[in-house]
């Protein structure tokens, strides 16, 4: 499975946008990203998902490097509602999964 | 509305018993999954179901057991064989295609061994 890297924890400024970025280098030309985030003690919630082109929906922006190595998450006005933990994760057409530790965001007021 | 419901909230047994976790979906999704999630810690995969009366196993199936009779249900067992069953498990559902699409989570079971 393609595993990604992401910081550990981020804080962002209330208003401001929130640029959580990814690690992929070992993804495959058929794998796609996407990116989940989960506050405390619910299941995850899916925010969304690209294979090479950017993608924007009214949660966020998905911008992919040419090169598909890596990927930025952009929240454009975080919300203390956004305070949560990202996953990016990278899944094949055969659906399997490997979920990381995630970015902890903290938006602060 | 559509989603996965996953019962009970809270969970708690005693030592060397076997329990059962429920997870119930209707949205017509194929495949199923589940996961445990420990304090501080990412998702990690136990079993998951592409269709009825199939299942394979994830990276830390030893000790767990699942089933899938009905595409809507597919319940997990923690084993008296699970050396630390104490975590968060979260069941979730996707469609099974090659068009790539996103899984759906339930609000996951809290499970404590006493």
């Known amino acids: 499975d393609a595993k990604t890297t992401q910081p550990t924890s981020m804080d962002c400024a209330e208003g401001r946008a929130a640029n959580l970025p990814c690690n992929h280098s070992t993804i495959s030309g058929n794998e796609y990203v996407y990116w989940y985030r989960q506050i405390h003690s619910q299941g995850p919630q899916y925010i969304i998902h690209?294979?090479?082109n950017n993608e924007t929906n009214e949660m966020a922006s998905l911008i992919i490097t040419e090169d598909r190595k890596s990927s930025t998450l952009i929240l454009p006005h975080a919300t203390l509602r956004d305070t949560a933990v990202y996953y990016c994760t990278i899944s094949g057409g055969y659906q399997k999964v490997t979920f990381g530790t995630g970015t902890k965001l903290q938006v602060i007021p | 509305d559509g989603g996965i419901t996953q019962s009970p909230k809270y969970l708690f047994r005693k030592e060397g018993q076997n329990v059962t976790l429920s997870c119930e979906q209707n949205?017509?999704?194929?495949?199923m999954y589940w996961y445990r999630q420990d304090p501080g810690q990412g998702l990690r995969l136990i079993y998951y179901?592409?269709?009825?009366?199939?299942?394979q196993k994830g990276d830390i199936a030893e000790g767990y057991s699942v089933s899938r009779e009905k595409k809507e249900s597919f319940p997990l067992t923690v084993t008296s064989a699970q050396k630390n069953p104490t975590a968060f498990y979260l069941c979730?559902?996707?469609?099974?295609?090659?068009?790539?699409?996103?899984?759906?989570f339930g609000d996951g079971t809290r499970l404590s061994i006493l």
């Open positions: 979730a559902s996707s469609p099974w295609t090659d068009s790539n699409q996103p899984q759906h």
């Open positions: 179901s592409q269709i009825v009366n199939d299942f």
């Open positions: 690209g294979l090479k």
């Open positions: 949205l017509n999704h194929d495949a």
